[in-house]
């Protein structure tokens, strides 16, 4: 028998008296029994995703034959339950799978817009160029929000194909500033923070996203930690769990090109940075962004384990966590 609406409220009336009941306190049972707002992660890999096209190499010869071996491009979702409200942060190629994965772990409710928002990191093309999907070819939307940074939103504003999604109202441009808290929907706040990056087309930021009980950081792309003028330290400090840049692994994955040229932190030096910190804060640290060529992406790979000895991971893609 399915399980209706009226059913639902039953039970959760009967849960509601029985938890009153053991602890005699009604606001704690209430707020027990709420769902809360989480975030859900859609994808950990770099923008050229895993595989990558055209890599005849061995980093992607398992990706390539095993379909559950394969990452989309970075991207994390935040739902409120309650609300039925959904943003996405970044809109990468691939949106289409992002957007069912979304959809089973959070179904969209019928009288609410598809996404209550999108906001952009950047301008680099694992970050935005799903918005292709939005435009009169494919969905066609109407009004969808996109928050961006000044540069990224007169980029989007000026440049085709972008130009056209805005003249035709398929998206709505929404300017973020670096450090303004905005709100999403009752119980969620987001504050971009600039980060210093290879900054051609747009600035880039990172997003700090506030909950009702707890608190991410998410800084998928960014130069070296020390090019930085902020302590990463404070930041994973204060929040509960951080997604962070963890492109590659090391110095060695890029045999034909100059490395200093896409210059990340490396784990392997996040890791020796991130030594001094307590054992419960290195723990809240989440790698993602994970190029191709990261042997990490392999979870037996011994670069994986190295990874775990130190107390941190690898985020994964389908999972969540509350806020
Ligand atoms: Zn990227
Ligand atoms: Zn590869
Ligand atoms: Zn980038």
Same mark, same amino acid.
């Given at each position: 028998?399915?399980?209706?609406?009226?059913?639902?409220?039953?039970?959760?009336?009967?849960?509601?008296?029985?938890?009153?009941?053991?602890?005699?306190?009604?606001?704690?049972?209430?707020?027990?029994?709420?769902?809360?707002?989480?975030?859900?992660?859609?994808?950990?890999?770099?923008?050229?995703?895993?595989?990558?096209?055209?890599?005849?190499?061995?980093?992607?010869?398992?990706?390539?034959?095993?379909?559950?071996?394969?990452?989309?491009?970075?991207?994390?979702?935040?739902?409120?339950?309650?609300?039925h409200q959904r943003w996405?942060?970044?809109?990468?190629?691939?949106?289409?799978?992002?957007?069912?994965?979304?959809?089973?772990?959070?179904?969209?409710?019928?009288?609410?817009?598809?996404?209550?928002?999108?906001?952009?990191?950047?301008?680099?093309?694992?970050?935005?160029?799903?918005?292709?999907?939005?435009?009169?070819?494919?969905?066609?939307?109407?009004?969808?929000?996109?928050?961006?940074?000044?540069?990224?939103?007169?980029?989007?504003?000026?440049?085709?194909?972008?130009?056209?999604?805005?003249?035709?109202?398929?998206?709505?441009?929404?300017?973020?500033q670096a450090g303004q808290?905005?709100?999403?929907?009752?119980?969620?706040?987001?504050?971009?923070?600039?980060?210093?990056?290879?900054?051609?087309?747009?600035?880039?930021?990172?997003? *700090? @996203?506030?909950?009702?009980? &707890?608190?991410?950081?998410?800084?998928?792309?960014? /130069?070296?930690? !020390?090019?930085? +003028? =902020?302590?990463?330290?404070? *930041? @994973?400090?204060?929040?509960? &769990?951080?997604?962070?840049?963890?492109?590659?692994? /090391?110095?060695? !994955?890029?045999? +034909? =090109?100059?490395?200093?040229?896409?210059?990340?932190?490396?784990?392997?030096?996040?890791?020796?940075?991130?030594?001094?910190?307590?054992?419960?804060?290195?723990?809240?640290?989440?790698?993602?962004?994970?190029?191709?060529?990261?042997?990490?992406?392999?979870?037996?790979?011994?670069?994986?384990?190295?990874?775990?000895?130190?107390?941190?991971?690898?985020?994964?893609?389908?999972?969540?966590?509350?806020?």
């Amino acid at each position: 028998m399915p399980c209706t609406n009226s059913m639902r409220t039953h039970w959760q009336t009967l849960a509601l008296s029985c938890l009153i009941a053991i602890t005699g306190d009604p606001a704690a049972a209430q707020k027990t029994l709420t769902p809360r707002p989480f975030v859900l992660v859609l994808g950990i890999a770099q923008d050229g995703g895993f595989p990558q096209a055209g890599c005849r190499r061995r980093c992607c010869q398992a990706a390539i034959r095993t379909t559950s071996k394969r990452r989309m491009v970075t991207s994390l979702a935040i739902v409120d339950p309650l609300s039925h409200q959904r943003w996405l942060i970044d809109c990468t190629p691939h949106f289409p799978d992002q957007l069912r994965l979304l959809d089973t772990a959070a179904p969209p409710s019928a009288n609410q817009p598809l996404l209550d928002g999108i906001f952009l990191t950047h301008a680099h093309v694992g970050h935005y160029t799903g918005l292709v999907n939005l435009g009169r070819e494919v969905m066609g939307t109407q009004n969808i929000a996109v928050h961006a940074m000044p540069r990224m939103a007169g980029f989007l504003s000026t440049q085709g194909p972008w130009s056209l999604l805005v003249k035709l109202n398929n998206i709505q441009i929404k300017p973020l500033q670096a450090g303004q808290v905005i709100r999403l929907g009752k119980r969620i706040q987001l504050t971009p923070i600039l980060v210093p990056h290879r900054d051609e087309f747009s600035e880039t930021v990172g997003f *700090l @996203i506030n909950g009702p009980e &707890r608190s991410v950081v998410f800084i998928p792309d960014i /130069d070296k930690w !020390e090019h930085w +003028n =902020r302590r990463i330290e404070q *930041l @994973i400090v204060t929040a509960d &769990r951080a997604y962070l840049d963890g492109t590659f692994f /090391d110095g060695q !994955e890029l045999p +034909n =090109r100059d490395i200093t040229k896409v210059p990340h932190p490396f784990i392997i030096e996040s890791i020796q940075r991130f030594a001094a910190l307590a054992d419960t804060q290195r723990s809240k640290v989440h790698f993602i962004h994970l190029n191709h060529t990261n042997p990490a992406l392999a979870p037996e790979s011994p670069a994986a384990k190295a990874i775990r000895h130190a107390g941190m991971y690898v985020a994964e893609q389908g999972t969540r966590y509350s806020l």
